[in-house]
């Protein structure tokens, strides 16, 4: 672990220099500088963890100092040091943004604990804002990958819906990437600065359930030993996600309903009504409306959250995008696992193209970083997927695997791919990372070497593939 740095900024040469000396002694980086000039112009090549000034010097004093870096890293923290008359000053400085000051003359054990608490502070803001941003491309619209009409129409419905705070229903097959969107619409809401909590319904029996939802009293029942708040109270002012809403037993349905209509509740052997601002965001692999002409589910529970329907579509409806997903998947295990793995052969991307993905785009995932963990160079081939890939290549695939040809592959590729997208060789060549030409000209190949037929897809005419939707 790298030592912190520090750097003592003092008008005082010998307790610059004598403070300097203790904190290298605690293994402390240290430099110094005399005035604050001089330490505004050290900063840049020395680049410190955590400032240490006194309050009191002459031309830029600690105060203004203070407001100078905090223009410059707003996140660096900086630490005053004080005779006791200039206490009240310095408490006006923290206001401003300083950590905490020490008055002279210092006392060494209180230093260092100040010293080491404000650092570790500032380690946890790092780290929290690295894991806010990793959130947040995490769910971008970016990372939602996919080009095809499908995904095109979700993306712009996802846009339209995360402003307002209507409650939305999320369905669509397991592996489809349900929580994905449904973060994805908290991220690009108003509600983005607060909480996103998740529950997967189906997980728990129904009193674990009500008590997860709603909170308990301390005595509720046998192990409450204690408040607990539940996942309404802890999402106010964000959004609740609530997986497999079709799961939930009739009693939970008719609490739920009370909180979607009222936005009130009680915890479990409470009697306190709580009121909470929250939107909800439900989603499920069943059909409510069956389940609602069966009687297995509330229909006005069924009304009230199906105010606005997303349904995800399967990947076996948007097969153009699988090779995207792909590479996408491979970028993101590649650098999880720090290989240098950057490809697939061309072998490898027709068998991933072509095979059905019964389990959607979470089977995709957990193919691709299989593959990368047991890629042993820059491509990933083959014999790094999966044996059920190229058994359904033989069945649905072309006529030779194993033993086809790489032309055969391709024509394979091509031209499933064309299908996939219509016949748009613009949205073809995006798809297969190749150029539009090769597309037209391998087409043209194709069309020549079997005049007698009619070629599987004919291309449409475009005059500019750039201008294609």
Not at 154 to 161: E, G, H, S, T
Not at 298 to 318: F, K
Not at 412 to 416: D, E, Q, T, V
């Given at each position: 672990m790298s030592k912190a740095k520090i750097l003592v900024v003092d008008d005082e040469p010998a307790a610059r220099t004598a403070l300097a000396e203790v904190l290298r002694q605690e293994d402390y980086e240290v430099e110094t500088a005399g005035d604050g000039f001089k330490a505004l112009g050290r900063m840049e090549e020395f680049a410190p963890d955590l400032i240490l000034t006194d309050l009191n010097m002459p031309g830029i004093d600690g105060v203004e100092l203070l407001r100078k870096v905090k223009e410059g890293n707003a996140e660096l923290p900086v630490v005053l040091m004080t005779a006791f008359g200039g206490v009240e000053p310095a408490v006006?400085?923290?206001r401003e943004g300083a950590e905490d000051y020490l008055t002279k003359p210092l006392n060494t054990d209180e230093l260092m604990l100040v010293l080491a608490r404000t650092l570790e502070h500032s380690r946890l803001r790092r780290e929290t804002s690295v894991l806010r941003s990793r959130l947040?491309?995490?769910?971008?619209?970016?990372?939602?990958v996919g080009s095809s009409p499908e995904m095109q129409r979700?993306?712009?419905?996802?846009?339209?819906?995360a402003p307002s705070r209507a409650t939305v229903l999320v369905t669509g097959e397991s592996g489809t990437g349900k929580e994905l969107v449904a973060a994805a619409i908290h991220h690009h809401s108003p509600r983005a600065s607060g909480p996103f909590v998740k529950l997967h319904c189906a997980a728990l029996a129904e009193s674990l359930l009500e008590s997860e939802l709603f909170g308990h009293e301390r005595g509720a029942f046998t192990g409450a030993d204690r408040r607990r708040?539940?996942?309404?109270?802890?999402?106010?002012?964000?959004?609740?996600?609530?997986?497999?809403?079709?799961?939930?037993?009739?009693?939970?349905?008719?609490?739920?309903?009370?909180?979607?209509?009222?936005?009130?509740?009680?915890?479990?052997g409470g009697t306190q009504t709580l009121h909470v601002d929250v939107r909800v965001i439900v989603a499920t692999n069943r059909d409510l409306k069956e389940m609602v002409a069966a009687g297995k589910f509330?229909?006005?529970?069924?009304?009230?959250?199906?105010?606005?329907?997303?349904?995800?579509?399967?990947?076996?409806?948007?097969q153009s995008d699988v090779p995207a997903l792909a590479r996408h998947f491979l970028k993101r295990y590649a650098a999880e696992n720090e290989k240098n793995v950057t490809a697939f052969s061309d072998e490898a991307l027709a068998q991933?193209?072509?095979?059905?993905?019964?389990?959607n785009v979470r089977e995709l995932e957990n193919v691709i970083e299989r593959a990368v963990v047991l890629a042993d160079g820059e491509v990933i081939e083959v014999r790094h997927l999966p044996p059920e890939l190229a058994a359904a290549s033989r069945?649905?695939?072309?006529?030779?695997?194993?033993?086809?040809?790489?032309?055969e592959l391709e024509r394979?590729?091509?031209?499933?791919t064309m299908e996939s997208v219509g016949g748009s060789t613009s949205k073809a060549a995006e798809v297969l990372g190749i150029s539009v030409r090769k597309i037209q000209y391998k087409l043209q190949e194709y069309s020549n070497a079997q005049k007698s037929q009619t070629p599987s897809v004919a291309p449409r005419e475009e005059s500019d593939p750039s201008t294609q939707n």
């Open positions: 006006r400085a923290m947040e491309e995490r769910y971008s619209f970016d990372n939602i979700l993306f712009k419905a996802v846009a339209q819906i708040e539940g996942r309404f109270e802890q999402a106010n002012g964000g959004t609740l996600f609530l997986d497999e809403i079709g799961e939930i037993s009739p009693s939970t349905q008719v609490k739920l309903l009370r909180v979607l209509q009222e936005r009130e509740f009680e915890r479990v509330r229909e006005d529970l069924y009304y009230r959250l199906n105010v606005i329907n997303l349904t995800l579509p399967s990947l076996r409806q948007r991933i193209a072509s095979y059905p993905w019964p389990g069945r649905g695939g072309p006529p030779a695997i194993p033993g086809a040809t790489l032309e394979f590729a091509i031209l499933k």
